[in-house]
């Protein structure tokens, strides 16, 4: 399957095609929602949405799996490090990360904006110093870098129907609700590592605060204020879900059952959130393998109608990008 999808996406150079497929295998493995997804794509653009996810995952466990003796000044630099790597690979100088690698290649054949990397790598950067949010606007301004821009990115890869910045508002709420969502299912977990990603003041408002959620985790004593505060932060992800929505529509047919499967699926958590009581301080809440099975099968249905409605809409994947020669005399820009 890896071999076709290369092949549709024109990707023929050996050492690219072991790149993208090692992105490939962190989406198969870590992104079981988002890689589901990524299967109703037309062949010819899933290797592309690999290296957008590879890259995140990449940095993402830089920041909360480099190591038990790996302090902030750690992390930080290794992610100064990944960021300068992109930089130089973006602007042809060679360098020997995979996911690196596959990322510049997936810009320069669809035209990311190399900002929404920079902005992405902020987003990581703050994870390392900063650990509760006081307002739901600052928890948005962190967003915009670790959760917005990723639906930026992704959306010259799905392609529209309208002009691209008219979609592309839609396309960032939809990284934020998904973003939100996760939020809200890994309370828990998060708060394991030191964080508090739901507002403060959205907690204080129904008389929680971070000492009440560490006292619920160590001790496993559940709280009903604890519940209302997480029953208002779904209340407030699905009204992002409900401004993204719109979006869909606006991209290309074929694309369209991808993005749709994965606003359904990251949805069910949601509900798997709600079903379970809210008790995603003690457990992770699951959607069950019969609800994604389900969901995927109407995806898929859904993707092959569109492409067999839509043959030209898959087109011939983009033409591999001109790489410069590396040169010593390069700039320096980020």
């Given at each position: 399957?890896?071999?076709?999808?290369?092949?549709?996406?024109?990707?023929?150079?050996?050492?690219?095609?072991?790149?993208?497929a090692?992105?490939r295998?962190?989406n198969?493995r870590h992104?079981r929602?988002?890689f589901?997804?990524?299967?109703l794509?037309?062949a010819?653009r899933?290797p592309?949405?690999?290296?957008?996810?590879?890259?995140?995952?990449?940095?993402?466990d830089?920041v909360?799996?480099?190591?038990a003796?790996?302090?902030?000044?750690?992390?930080a630099?290794a992610?100064?490090a990944?960021?300068r790597r992109?930089?130089?690979?973006l602007?042809?100088e060679?360098?020997?990360?995979?996911?690196?690698?596959?990322?510049a290649?997936?810009a320069?054949?669809?035209a990311?904006?190399?900002?929404?990397?920079?902005?992405?790598?902020?987003?990581?950067?703050?994870?390392?110093?900063?650990t509760?949010?006081?307002?739901?606007?600052?928890?948005r301004?962190?967003?915009?870098?670790?959760?917005?821009?990723i639906?930026l990115?992704?959306?010259?890869?799905?392609?529209t129907?309208?002009?691209?910045a008219?979609?592309?508002p839609?396309?960032?709420?939809?990284?934020?609700?998904?973003?939100?969502?996760?939020?809200?299912?890994?309370?828990?977990?998060?708060?394991?590592?030191?964080?508090?990603?739901?507002?403060?003041?959205l907690?204080?408002?129904?008389g929680?605060?971070?000492?009440l959620?560490?006292?619920s985790r160590?001790?496993?004593?559940?709280?009903?204020?604890?519940?209302a505060?997480?029953?208002?932060?779904?209340?407030?992800?699905?009204?992002v879900?409900?401004?993204a929505?719109?979006?869909?529509d606006l991209?290309?047919p074929?694309s369209r059952?991808?993005?749709?499967?994965?606003?359904?699926?990251?949805?069910?958590?949601?509900?798997a959130?709600?079903?379970d009581?809210?008790a995603?301080?003690?457990?992770?809440?699951v959607?069950?393998?019969?609800?994604?099975?389900?969901?995927?099968?109407?995806?898929l249905?859904?993707?092959v109608?569109a492409?067999?409605a839509?043959?030209d809409?898959?087109?011939?994947?983009?033409?591999?990008?001109?790489?410069?020669?590396?040169?010593?005399t390069?700039?320096?820009?980020?």
């Amino acid at each position: 399957m890896t071999d076709r999808e290369l092949d549709a996406a024109g990707i023929s150079d050996p050492a690219l095609r072991a790149d993208y497929a090692h992105c490939r295998r962190l989406n198969a493995r870590h992104g079981r929602t988002y890689f589901l997804a990524t299967r109703l794509l037309p062949a010819a653009r899933r290797p592309a949405v690999h290296a957008l996810y590879g890259f995140a995952r990449h940095a993402d466990d830089i920041v909360d799996d480099l190591g038990a003796d790996a302090g902030p000044e750690d992390r930080a630099a290794a992610l100064d490090a990944l960021h300068r790597r992109l930089t130089a690979q973006l602007r042809g100088e060679p360098t020997a990360e995979p996911v690196v690698r596959a990322l510049a290649d997936t810009a320069a054949r669809y035209a990311v904006d190399p900002a929404l990397f920079t902005d992405f790598m902020a987003a990581m950067r703050d994870d390392l110093t900063v650990t509760d949010y006081p307002h739901y606007a600052e928890l948005r301004r962190y967003m915009h870098g670790s959760a917005a821009v990723i639906g930026l990115q992704m959306l010259p890869v799905l392609g529209t129907v309208v002009p691209r910045a008219e979609a592309a508002p839609y396309a960032a709420d939809l990284g934020v609700a998904f973003q939100l969502t996760n939020f809200l299912r890994d309370v828990g977990e998060d708060l394991d590592r030191g964080r508090v990603y739901l507002p403060a003041d959205l907690l204080a408002a129904h008389g929680v605060d971070r000492d009440l959620l560490e006292w619920s985790r160590r001790t496993g004593r559940r709280d009903a204020a604890i519940t209302a505060a997480l029953i208002a932060a779904a209340r407030l992800t699905r009204e992002v879900y409900a401004r993204a929505a719109p979006g869909i529509d606006l991209l290309e047919p074929v694309s369209r059952p991808c993005v749709r499967t994965a606003f359904v699926l990251y949805g069910a958590i949601l509900d798997a959130v709600a079903d379970d009581g809210y008790a995603v301080l003690h457990r992770r809440a699951v959607v069950g393998r019969g609800r994604r099975a389900a969901v995927a099968a109407r995806g898929l249905t859904a993707a092959v109608l569109a492409r067999l409605a839509h043959r030209d809409a898959c087109g011939p994947p983009p033409p591999a990008p001109h790489r410069p020669r590396p040169s010593s005399t390069a700039g320096g820009a980020r």
